[in-house]
């Protein structure tokens, strides 16, 4: 589990844990005085463990591929399979995600570059490690964290074409797994309460209507205890199509509706 200091990559730790699975979490922040933002990996690892399964935190810098590599070298050694990879690992200027206060012509040409290497390439090169090992062993599922921005404008250019890259990932990384038994796909979260988004009511001044960082966990969780998950590899699935299909439910009993088309 790339990306699981907090947000979305914490939540979806946390509802594996419920489901009884031993999660490694990955992540920069390690103890709170790396950061000024809320959330480390031992904190969510702790958390993992706290719901049922058995959180193992493990530092790293998704933008070092040796970091990576150490990663799944850790994993293969103590566990000796890897049955699910959740690539979560971002990288943004602010705590609740891309700027969207400037169009891209005024924002720094390292916004790209910071979104590409840790939001994209990293997901790349965690496919690489997993499938080195999927394949052998004849089973597994990579899911790639995405959004609806892979498809419309969202409010911020690099983004957007970050997640649309990620979605052709999948696609293309599912076309030369399928043979082998391993399938990828991509999930699609709506609004999370997130720390960071509840800690912005001027933002997101209703955030109710929202959903728990724990219910994409339950939705990865589904998919991953599914024996035919091989028929969506290389599909990007909304959390409204995979809850329904699961009959998943949110804390407070919802279901998200599912998404209109988006507008041209």
């Known amino acids: ?22 999660v490694y979490l990955t992540g920069r922040t390690v103890r709170d005085d790396q950061s000024d933002r809320p959330g480390t990996i031992t904190k969510t690892a702790a958390e993992v463990s706290g ?9 790293c810098d998704h933008s070092i591929d040796a970091d990576t590599a150490e990663v799944f070298r850790r994993v293969m050694d103590e566990q000796g399979h890897l049955d699910l990879l959740v690539n979560n690992a971002t990288m943004y200027t602010t705590d609740v995600g891309p700027r969207e206060d400037a169009p891209f ?12 290497t840790v939001g994209l390439r990293s997901h790349y090169v965690a496919s690489i490690h997993a499938a080195r090992v999927m394949v052998p062993q004849g089973h597994g599922l990579i899911v790639n964290i995405s959004s609806r921005g892979a498809v419309m404008y969202t409010g911020n250019v690099s983004y957007n074409v970050v997640k649309a890259a990620v979605d052709m990932l999948t696609l293309s990384t599912a076309e030369e797994l399928r043979t082998h038994h391993v399938a990828v796909v991509s999930l699609w979260p709506r609004l999370t309460r997130t720390a960071a988004i509840l800690a912005h009511p001027e933002l997101f001044p209703d955030p109710s209507r929202g959903w728990s960082p724990e219910f ?46 988006p507008s041209r």
């Open 105 to 116: 012509w005024e924002l720094p040409i390292e916004t790209w570059d910071l979104m590409h």
């Open 1 to 22: 589990m790339t990306g699981a200091s907090r947000g979305i990559g914490r939540g979806v730790a946390i509802g594996l844990g419920e489901a009884g699975w031993t």
């Open 51 to 59: 719901a049922g399964g058995r959180g193992i935190p493990v530092p």
């Open 216 to 261: 994409n966990g339950r939705l990865v969780a589904a998919l991953a205890a599914d024996e035919h998950v091989i028929e969506k590899s290389g599909r990007a699935l909304d959390i409204a199509e995979v809850a329904s299909e699961y009959g998943i439910s949110d804390t407070d009993g919802r279901r998200p509706a599912p998404l209109q088309p």
